[in-house]
């Protein structure tokens, strides 16, 4: 892919960039070495090379659900003095 001031400027348009001329040429320079750098690497023979998307193995370590033994809400309220028919009372948010 061939890059230029025209393109240079128009991605920085859509990017909302102002550029100066010096950071335009700069830029401009630093593109192309990507570009190449990205033309080089895609003509590499990759047919037979398997994705690499993810690198390590995948696995849940979920728990499973298992139903055990809770607070009653006798329990649950009895360190608190701020409770209100059976529940937690708590400041009004709205």
């Known amino acids: 892919m ?20 010096e950071e335009e040429d700069g830029f401009l320079k630093e593109l192309r070495e990507i570009l190449n750098a990205f033309s080089e ?19 849940n370590i979920f728990r499973d659900d298992i139903v055990g033994k809770s607070l ?4 649950a309220l009895s360190n608190t003095i701020h409770k209100k028919d059976g529940y937690f009372k708590a400041p009004r948010v709205i």
Do not use: F, G, H, Y
């Open 2 to 21: 061939q890059l230029d001031k025209e393109t240079l400027k128009r991605v920085a348009s859509i990017s909302r960039l102002n550029l100066t001329k």
């Open 41 to 59: 690497i895609s003509k590499l023979e990759t047919t037979n090379v398997d994705l690499s998307v993810q690198p390590l193995p995948i696995s």
């Open 72 to 75: 009653t809400q006798t329990e």
